[in-house]
């Protein structure tokens, strides 16, 4: 534990504000409309509202999932779909509200019963506080590696839709002939192989991990691909100048 960080708790750090009087009234959302309708869960945002009344604007906050902990960090004038959420604010200008969610996001609780977990659970949760100061710190160094990892994904997508435009050139060409066939010896040099193992006929030359392929099943595949072999050789038998 560092010495000048405090041991706390999350209710310490931030005091909740009932969505009652946030709920949006009317579900007929637009996109033509200003206000968002939020929910902490994965979606977010449920639609826009032009409701002008109950808009909540004590910013940043954070909103928390009653039922299932989830949590979303805000920093711009909402309204709320429904009352099973707490809106949580600073219990003092000590507490960077970010700082605050991303603590969050590494503490957990199992959510698997049906009550509200703020009060009863989440809020008396066990954590170490450093200074305003360190806490503006940490996060800038959070963000700063989150926006080299977006860069990395960012890069890494720019890859993918290269490969899938080189991908289709390659099949375009391909069915438009514009590859040409050649024959094997036009592009190499085919040559027997010699077996320096005498007699040839050992049966301590085979039956190892190589396959050894033949020149009828060179014939068999016709200038295809040959998928099968009978027989391999030994390391003994692969190696030509072992005795």
């Known amino acids: 534990m560092r010495e000048d960080w405090i041991e706390c708790s999350f209710e310490d750090l931030l005091d909740y504000v009932q969505p009652t009087k946030y709920i949006v009234e009317s579900t007929k959302y637009s996109d033509d409309y200003k206000t968002p309708v939020l929910t902490a869960g994965k979606s977010f945002i449920k639609g826009y509202t032009n409701e002008t009344e109950g808009i909540f604007d004590n910013l940043p906050t954070i909103i928390f999932d009653d039922f299932t902990t989830a949590t979303q960090f805000v920093n711009f004038k909402f309204k709320v779909k429904s009352s099973a959420m707490k809106i949580l604010v600073p219990t003092s200008k000590l507490v960077n509200m970010i700082f605050a969610y991303y603590y969050m996001q590494v503490h957990q609780v199992r959510n698997d019963t049906h009550k509200r977990y703020w009060i009863s659970v989440y809020a008396k949760m066990k954590i170490l506080l450093p200074s305003l100061a360190e806490q503006n710190a940490i ?33 375009k060409k391909a069915f438009e002939g514009e590859y040409e066939i050649k024959k094997l010896g036009q592009v190499s040099i085919v040559k027997r192989g010699k077996s320096k193992h005498r007699p040839r006929n050992d049966k301590t030359l085979f039956g190892g991990n190589f396959p050894f392929i033949q020149t009828g099943e060179i014939r068999a595949a016709n200038g295809g691909i040959i998928k099968s072999f009978t027989n391999t050789y030994s390391e003994k038998g692969f190696n030509p100048f072992s005795e």
Do not use: C, H, M, W
């Open 139 to 171: 996060v800038a160094k959070i963000e700063e590696l989150f926006s080299s990892l977006d860069n990395g994904i960012a890069d890494l997508k720019k890859a993918q839709d290269q490969l899938k435009i080189y991908r289709q050139a390659v099949l």
